[in-house]
């Protein structure tokens, strides 16, 4: 189990992703699920994969080492393209190409073709944006509205997330509650787990200003798992008992 999550606010951009794949109780491993390709000054682009471990890599090696431009005959690469929209269609021609190659051979197998990635990030001259790309390769954006993105097992951090997230939020808040989330959902979800992998990058510095992997036992993540389990504590000790009582007759009343 995977889960990753993509943060975008009027400051900047915010990636988190777990790094636990799971094959079964006893086959636990640790591998990196967020991925930074950086150029400074030109470009910083991020993606976050969930899925079949297998396939999610092959689709990182298509669009690192190039897909043929069927138009132009040009090889394509993460790196080559112009604009995040542009970067976004080749993630998704690189995923139905590996389905092409591998897709049939896993089906015949019983293994689904499972995989979906965040994609976010600036290039020079166009805008910070956010996508989810799905495995059909279609992808969709995110907006004020709705300013995060999700992969893997959300349900767990997603109410936190619609709670405490918005477009005005501060990138260094929009992190804080983007660990939470990460929190509620190890807590949550044994599928899901340490090390993590953070990256924040300033809208249009086109340079990643943190980026760094969270191990198990560092001080800061493990003071905010105490914190926010003391909070919801006190939080709903605060809260007043429900008013209803079970009146003679086994019904419920209010006094």
Known sequence: MTYCVGISVREGLVMIADTRTNAGIDNIATFRKLHVFEEPGERVLAVCTSGNLSVSQAVLDHIQEGLEN????????????????????????????VYATDGRSLEEHNSRFDVAFLFGGQIKGGKMRLFMIYSAGNFIEVTADTPYLQIGEHKYGKPILDRAVNYETEMPDALKVGLISMDSTMR????????????????????????????????????????????????????????????KTGVLDTP
Do not use: C
């Not at 069927?70 to 998704?92: E, N, R, Y």
């Not at 980026?211 to 198990?216: A, Q, V």
């Not at 003391?230 to 079970?246: D, K, Q, S, T, V």
């Open 70 to 97: 069927p138009d132009t005959g040009a090889v394509d690469t993460l790196m080559s393209m112009p604009s995040m929209f542009k970067a976004a269609q080749l993630i998704g021609r690189a995923i139905r190409q």
């Open 188 to 247: 949550s979800n044994l599928g899901v787990g340490m090390p993590i992998d953070i990256l924040t990058v300033r809208r249009d510095a086109l340079k990643s200003e943190i980026s760094h992997r969270i191990e198990p036992g560092e001080p800061y993540f493990h003071d905010l798992r105490e914190r926010w389990s003391a909070a919801l504590r006190a939080a709903h000790i605060a809260i007043p008992r429900p008013p209803y009582i079970i009146g």
